[in-house]
């Protein structure tokens, strides 16, 4: 006897629902894909070839009146390299004008180099010394002042008195044999008005005068000494302001 097969559906046994079921889920997803695939071609536009357009021969040539054979002659020959302009060329105006601008507009450098021999400016001429009288009725009056010396001003007066109205030469001569100690301080202030008058206002010392002379009170310094019996007493150290104005003996005031 042969084995006996599996009995099928059509044969009379009942199917299975639930594979029946997959069966006609598989198909509709199967459906579905094919739908959207050829939709999918359907929607992607084709490619158009860009038609050749047909040259326009000999439009060009009539509207720039060139001739094409002497064109393409000219563009086959090499072509020579741009050679710089020569230095001994001169350069245009406008870029004359545009480099002179620039160059204004650029801050100059500053300058440390000396200055040339021709540069410099030419050293001033001495002049000769003016006499008095060359000043008229308002001759120069050269003054000079010493403060604070340590003297008193009635010591000061008793030696200045002696050379008011005197000449440079007699003041030096009487300041040089006086006997007291401020003759050296008034013989420093004559020397100091001197070398004013011969270096500001360019005269000559010996012919000058002494036209006025005066001490006036400094102030004075406190000090105390011991005494008998722990007392004590002030001392006075007094200073004073010495001046003096010499004047070209022909310009009297």
Known sequence: ??????????????????????????????????????????????RRRKKAIPEAEGTAAEATGVDKAAAEAALAQPTEPETEPAADAE????????????????PKPRRTRRRAEDDRPAAPVAQPRRAARDYGDTPPMVRAHAKYVR???????????????????????????ASRDVARDWS???????????????LIG??????AVKADEGPTLKRFRPRAMGRATKIRKRTSHLSITLTPQDGDV
């Open 1 to 46: 006897m042969s084995p006996r097969r599996p009995a099928t559906p059509d044969e009379g046994q009942a199917g299975d629902p639930e594979k029946d079921r997959v069966d006609a889920k598989e198909s509709k997803e199967a459906a579905a894909v094919e739908a959207a695939v050829d939709s999918a071609r359907e929607a992607k536009p084709k």
């Open 91 to 106: 350069p245009e105006p406008e870029a004359e004008a545009e480099a002179e601008a620039e160059a204004e507009e650029q």
């Open 151 to 177: 003297t008193s001003a009635r010591k000061a007066r008793l030696v200045c008195d002696h050379i008011r109205g005197k000449s440079v030469p007699e003041a030096r001569a009487i300041l040089a044999h």
């Open 188 to 202: 420093k202030l004559l020397e100091s008005a001197v070398a004013n008058a011969e270096h500001n206002h360019e």
């Open 206 to 211: 010996d012919e000058l005068r002494i036209h």
